[in-house]
């Protein structure tokens, strides 16, 4: 075994090791005083839908639309957080749930940083869903399902994925060979397979305004 794996799978060994010792420092500058500073709520917009279903190009575009008229957000994309934080995660299903552990931890932060946070991840199973709303307050998760149907998301393939899963080149590939399980009461369900990137962008918007996370006067301009 390379220095490099082994390294890694003391670091998977390891995780089960709980922190001890510590207590949390509650700071001065609180979560409601950078929303005041920033001139609106912070919040968790969750993507999840299958591959190919236009979560990142919609987290992507709606962040653009909220950026531009001022709002702090950053989007936690899957790709990019496997290029470091979760770069020594596999696709196991044992794996994918360590992935939405950490990126739940992440948003969590964002969020009382006064961030508007968008995360754009396959997220295929309920429970790990689940786990990620209960870690935030009340009203601050909204999950947001692309819904697009399969057969879209294979004829886009952008990344040439399917093919491969369809060849078994790729082991647990959501939709062929590991299960995606749909939510059941997402706060928003937006048929990306079918409706405008344009439309898809201000259904997320008008939501925003309609549960207070957006000035209203902004959001009107922005629209």
Known sequence: MSAELTSQSNFKMNQSDKSTNTVWHHATVTRKRREEKNNHKSAVLWFT???????????????????????NTFVLDGDNIRHGLCGDLSFSNEDRKENIRRISETAKLMLDAGVITLTAFISPFRAERAMARSLMPHGDFIEIHCYCPLSVCEERDVKGLYKKARKGEIKDFTGISSPYEEPENPE?????GSNSLDDCVKKVIELMRSRNILPVAGVDDAL
């Open 188 to 192: 928003i369900r937006i048929d990306t």
């Open 49 to 71: 839908g299958l591959s190919g279903a236009g979560k990142s190009t919609l987290a992507h575009a709606v962040e653009e639309q909220l950026f531009q008229y001022g709002y």
